[in-house]
């Protein structure tokens, strides 16, 4: 079942030419032409059979973006290892060759479209909330803050991780590496680490789940150090034209109000990336607006990635509103603009907004009580026979 809402010139929003939109305006970028500015956002579904493999409805889930016009699409979190990466019940991996085989069809079908294809690989860490867990790790032993997150499967306290041992840090980071490979043999451009939200390599950036005191810990240009490993060692084991890139965030699905120490935190965060061979620097808007990620001055932080690094970077969080996404790119605050929600909610935002037409407003309900696509589906199913969104 594709869910795209069709198109109704009788409901069109009035029609800005596709040329003043800096949102849709061609770029060239990792040596190739993108058609526009606009990226979706990774999204966790928890709609992988239950051995993490991607499904003929995950392909066509993705296939839709790409046939609606965003220039990039990146996939969930995706887990790297069989030990502790997983997060979810139902989430996918790429941790074997069966997995990753799941996979082709659904890289060659967003490639098909003429977007560029990129795997959110993601090692969970103290979040992960996958019952029957044989075992979760983190860089200390430090009790999560919050609960799990009924929509992807969980309830009630986050359980205590163990710390990762010298072992561990070397098993993740081949898990990583060995994860994308495999995503490259399966037709994906590139990766993205995820080092955002609360996750493993977000735990090792951030103060409080940090407390190591082996060389990981401590400063926040040693709590860098794993996460720009990481980056390092997947970019030196792939081609030239792969594109390696990282995601961060300060705040966190289980601590919204989480703040980086400033600048120059900022600014050893964002250099440590880079240097480690980052193609890009993608920083989430988690449980916030673009507008509110900034640090002590107010300028965004997408802002200060790019000036630090000189490195492309996309901008995400509540940029659903045209305008306010246009803003972004005249204003040079980001090279890129990524839509969660608005994406779930209008997979063929892009051609839409080019055309000047309705979309369909984001809705909790879409991801709620579960974030599957089959809820989603269920969802515009309900629109449909009610006459809505048809
Ligand atoms: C259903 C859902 C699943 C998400 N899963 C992920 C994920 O797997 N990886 C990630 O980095 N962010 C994830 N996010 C966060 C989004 O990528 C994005 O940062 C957030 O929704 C804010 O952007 P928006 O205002 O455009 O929706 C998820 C968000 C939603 C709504």
């Not at 063929?348 to 055309?355: K, S, V």
């Amino acid at each position: 079942m594709s869910r795209i809402p069709t198109t109704d010139p009788k409901q069109a929003t009035g029609n800005m030419s596709s040329l003043s939109r800096p949102v849709l305006s061609p770029v060239e970028m990792f040596g190739r032409r993108l058609r526009n500015r606009l990226a979706v956002a990774p999204m966790t579904r928890v709609s992988a059979s239950g051995d993490g493999l991607a499904t003929d409805r995950m392909k066509d889930y993705y296939r839709d973006f790409a046939r609606g016009g965003f220039a990039i699409v990146i996939t969930e979190g995706t887990y790297t290892d069989k030990d502790a990466s997983q997060g979810y019940d139902r989430q996918p991996g790429i941790a074997d060759r069966r997995q990753a085989n799941s996979w082709k069809p659904v890289a060659n079908s967003i490639a098909d479209h003429g977007s560029l294809a990129i795997m959110q690989l993601m090692h969970a860490g103290a979040l992960s909330q996958r019952q029957g867990a044989d075992r979760v790790v983190a860089p200390s032993a430090v009790p999560p803050l919050g609960e799990m997150m009924p929509a992807y499967g969980g309830s009630g306290p986050y359980r205590l991780p163990s710390a990762m041992t010298t072992t561990d840090l070397a098993q993740v980071r081949k898990g990583f590496v060995a994860a994308a490979r495999r995503a490259r043999r399966a037709g994906f451009h590139g990766v993205e680490i995820h080092a955002a939200n609360g996750y493993l390599l977000d735990q090792f950036i951030t103060d409080y789940t940090n407390r190591r005191d082996d060389g990981y810990g401590g400063a926040v240009s040693a709590r860098i150090r794993y996460p720009a490993e990481i980056v390092a060692a997947v970019r030196d084991s792939s081609p030239d034209d792969f594109v390696v890139g990282i995601r961060v965030s300060e705040a966190k699905v289980n601590d919204f109000n989480y703040r980086w120490g400033g600048k120059s935190e900022a600014e050893t965060i964002f250099v440590a990336l880079a240097e480690a061979g980052a193609s890009y620097i993608h920083v989430a808007g988690e449980g916030r607006g673009f507008r509110e990620s900034s640090t002590d001055n107010r300028e965004p932080l997408t802002t200060m990635a790019r000036g630090m690094t000189g490195l492309p970077v996309i901008a995400n969080g509540g940029l659903h509103d045209p305008d306010l996404a246009d803003d972004v790119i005249r204003n040079e605050h980001a090279d890129l603009i990524s839509l969660g929600r608005a994406a779930l909610a209008t997979p063929n935002w892009p051609r839409r907004i080019a055309n000047g037409e309705r979309v369909v407003p984001f809705e909790n309900v879409m991801i709620s009580p579960s974030a599957s696509i089959q809820n989603t589906d269920a969802w515009f199913a309900r629109q449909l026979a009610h006459g809505m969104h048809a």
